[in-house]
Nanobody
Framework: QVQLVESGGGSVQAGGSLRLSCAASGYTYSPYCISWFRQAPGKEREGVATFYLGGGKSTYADSAKGRFTASPDSARNMASLHMNNLQPEDTAMYYC??????????????????WGQGTQVTVSS
């Protein structure tokens, strides 16, 4: 059984940075697609980035390009997301997900087999 555990959320002021981490366990193949999503109150869940543990291309949503960087660490089974220049509109619960249904590893795919419990990111102006 795949398990995903997020950590690293918190509160920052606008312009600040945070690093989110997703510890993945129980997966049995490589490369392994991991994604970061976020959901703000009253809004739909939004894909932020996808990348691979074990090698592969990272893909970012437009809202993340130039500010967020995915850092897969296959040796530690850790999928991190470095977020810079955070803005109030980045405030949301952030989730990592694994194994996209249909195998389409992209932030635009909203159907995934496994989800973490989420970590809150709050950005104040």
């Amino acid at each position: 059984q795949v398990q995903l555990v997020e950590s690293g959320g918190g509160s920052v002021q606008a312009g600040g940075s945070l690093r989110l981490s997703c510890a993945a366990s129980g997966y049995t193949y490589s490369p392994y697609c991991i994604s970061w999503f976020r959901q703000a109150p009253g809004k739909e869940r939004e894909g932020v980035a996808t990348f691979y543990l074990g090698g592969g291309k990272s893909t970012y949503a437009d809202s993340a390009k130039g500010r967020f960087t995915a850092s897969p660490d296959s040796a530690r089974n850790m999928a991190s997301l470095h977020m810079n220049n955070l803005q109030p509109e980045d405030t949301a619960m952030y989730y990592c997900a694994a194994e996209p249904l249909g195998g389409y590893c992209s932030p635009t795919n909203t159907d995934w087999n496994y989800w973490g419990q989420g970590t809150q990111v709050t950005v104040s102006s």
